[in-house]
């Protein structure tokens, strides 16, 4: 297949509309897996999904144009899935799994489209909420970041010659090939791209990962991209989200029920998946407070996702606890995903090898690490952190703690009453840069 020039891809720029995001397959694999339970049982419930830049220092308002940013939301609500990727997803094996997605599910995906959404402005960045049934904004979080990140980036690049593109993106290409080859020294290390929500763009990110599938080969496990995992012949990957816990917990009637709703999460993601899909995310109100708490039979699902805590920190922590509970850490997974540098996998790797399976699915300093890039000084296509988190759920407010105070989302007051319910411990604040 011949290769894209990216650079003149991006300097012969003509059209009047040029889509980012072109397929509802764009998306990533837990997205539609989680879809596909809260259609099952969740179908009446509401949730609403908001924007939410943790770099405040970047005001979006003011580097990318609002006519652009409506017209690739708009362009995203007139998509449907073709006929091919209905195909694909019904008769895929996925997980070792044939026909993980009922047909049911699938004939009410074949008419599904994105919802409305709502824009404004305020202090320079850009108020965008998509309010509705559960079931129809989920599916607008992956879209939105997407489109959001590839129009900074493109307006960044706007003053670019070609020639200038070229030196760029030259420059990036070999700066991820230089990571590539580090990698590939590690003997059995198993590498995922993670990186959709906060590429540089759709083109970028299908590059970042044809050029992982042939430099580091069957150390490349898989993309959490579905368009791109049916394009190159690869595994789609991923289980679940924190909005799943932040729904059930914001539909809470007590406070018992607001402490068991992370385990009732798990029961009903079991009724749905098992095997290598039982994987635990434990941070969204503490990982301290979700393995005190923890029901016995968690350990016995395959592995755990510690998202916000620092690595080695926090996957001793889940080992300590599996030995408790009597397991062999030996036969579980960990899988690292939290804004990981190369350095950083190298670093866990070398920890704990040996001690426990694990893998990485290495996001946006894959798919959008453009720093000392560019031939002209600028940090306009630095990443940033940008999130798209439920923050309502059937009216009620909707919370995400972590293990880091600094990731934490939701209303002020809220946040203080999870955290009496849950407790602190564990916590431990670090900058978040991506």
């Not at 890039?373 to 940090?379: L, M, N, R």
Request: proline fraction near 5%; glycine fraction near 6%.
């Amino acid at each position: 297949m011949a290769k894209t020039d990216i650079a003149r891809r991006v300097y012969n720029h003509t059209w009047k509309l040029d889509p980012i995001v072109r397929s509802l397959l764009d998306t990533d694999f837990y997205k539609l897996l989680m879809l596909q339970m809260i259609w099952g049982m969740y179908p009446k419930v509401d949730a609403t999904f908001t924007l939410i830049n943790r770099t405040t220092s970047v005001r979006l308002a003011d580097e990318i144009d609002e006519r652009e940013l409506r017209e690739q939301l708009d362009h995203a609500r007139t998509l449907r899935f073709s006929k091919k990727e209905m195909i694909w997803l019904g008769g895929n094996t996925f997980y070792g799994r044939k026909q993980i997605f009922e047909p049911e599910f699938l004939a009410w995906l074949e008419d599904f489209r994105l919802p409305d959404y709502e824009l404004s402005r305020r202090d320079g960045q850009y108020v965008l909420s998509f309010p509705g049934p559960w079931m129809y904004t989920t599916l607008w979080e992956i879209p939105a970041l997407a489109i959001i990140n590839e129009l900074r980036s493109r307006a960044a690049m706007r003053s670019f010659g070609p020639f200038a593109l070229d030196v760029l993106y030259a420059r990036a290409k070999a700066k991820m090939w230089a990571k590539t080859e580090r990698l590939k020294a590690l003997p059995g290390i198993r590498i995922s791209d993670f990186g959709t929500r906060r590429r540089h763009s759709f083109l970028w990110q299908r590059w970042c990962v044809e050029a992982l599938k042939e430099g580091i080969g069957d150390a490349f496990t898989g993309t959490s991209n579905v368009l791109l995992a049916m394009d190159n012949d690869l595994e789609a990957l991923g289980t679940n989200a924190h909005e799943l816990p932040m729904v059930f917990a914001a539909l809470a009637n007590s406070e018992e029920e607001l402490r068991q709703s992370p385990y009732k999460v798990l029961q009903d993601w079991q009724r749905y998946y098992g095997g290598n899909l039982l994987i635990v995310l434990p941070d969204a109100f503490g990982t301290e407070s979700f393995l005190r708490d923890a029901p016995d039979w968690v350990a016995d699902w395959t592995g755990f996702r510690p998202d916000s805590a620092p690595p080695i920190e926090g996957g001793e922590r889940i080992i300590d606890w599996w030995r408790k509970k009597g397991k062999d850490p030996k036969q579980k997974l960990l899988i690292f995903s939290d804004g990981l540098e190369v350095e950083t996998i190298e670093e866990t790797y070398r920890h704990f090898r040996g001690k426990v399976r694990m893998s990485f699915g290495w996001g946006t300093n894959l798919t959008n690490d453009f720093e000392g890039c560019a031939p002209t000084e600028t940090d306009s296509l630095d990443a940033i952190s940008l999130v798209c988190k439920v923050t309502e759920a059937n009216g009620r407010p909707a919370v995400k703690l972590s293990d880091n105070p600094a990731k934490a989302t939701g209303d002020e007051k809220e946040i203080k009453r999870y955290l009496r319910i849950f407790g602190e411990k564990g916590r431990v604040e670090q900058l978040v840069k991506v």
